[in-house]
């Protein structure tokens, strides 16, 4: 479902302040905000990208909320990963249908579904998350935007103290991601990739150091993402005054077999080179 019709969610964007309201039409409601009301019959009617005055006067546009709209609105109690930050974990983390994808903590579902938008139904993501409460209203915030999702599965544990079966990609945000690092001995095959979400940069080290130390990872990329918006409004073009500076740092990595020691060659010099090393006689 992704039109404005009964049952379906939509997003009220105020024409004076731009602010936006999640909400859920149905038969014969109304939606109030500071301008009045619209009825969600009009809505309907009018379909996505509609514009309505409300009672009062200034009006709304109505559209089906995108993932940004939906994950940026809803009424949370964690902490999610922002739309920039999860699209940069989808491409740097290569997660693509077909995987089996093990992410954690949950939060509040947002990560989880960006994850099941990019694999279209195909692989399976496991989610561990330690506190029941935020499992059940992840789980419900994904069936609330993405639906039913036959191919994921959210367990209450925790994921320090263990990974159950092998997975290709490892998504991390919680505070001290580097204690999964021994349980991808088993848990991530080897060229499968780990990404971890980090607010601070001292949790970036303590991760990369943690990665380095124990000989099965390589590729290991620390980095963060800015989104910048420009205001662009006749002769005013320049960077908004307003910008959301930090979010947290990506540490990326690959998992690899050990290298095998290598075997130190013969010290035996070749008969030439003896040769020419010889003094000279007199
Ligand atoms: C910042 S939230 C995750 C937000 C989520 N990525 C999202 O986008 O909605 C961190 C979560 O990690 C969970 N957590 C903390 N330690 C954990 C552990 N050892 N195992 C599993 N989950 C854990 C917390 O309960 C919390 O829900």
Known sequence: MSKL???????AVDELKGKRHLLRLKEGGRFTAMYGYVDHSAIVEGGDGCFINASKGPGYRFFYPT???YVMNIKRKAQIIYPKDSAAILMWGDIRGGQRVLESGVGQGAMSMAILNTMGGKGELISYEIREDFAVQAADFIQEFYGEAEN?????????????????????DLPEPWHVVTHCETGLRNGGIIVGYLPTILQAVTFVENLKSSGIFEEIETFEFTKRPWKIDGRSVRPEMWTYNHSAFLVKARKVTRKPVAEAAPE??????????????D
């Open 152 to 172: 994921h599965k959210i367990e209450v544990r925790s994921v320090y103290e263990g990974i159950d079966g092998e997975f290709d990609r490892i998504i991390l």
């Open 67 to 69: 993932y940004s709209d």
């Open 268 to 281: 035996e010099p070749a008969d030439d080179v003896a040769e020419e090393e010889m003094p000279a006689e």
């Open 5 to 11: 019709e009964y049952g379906s969610l939509c997003i």
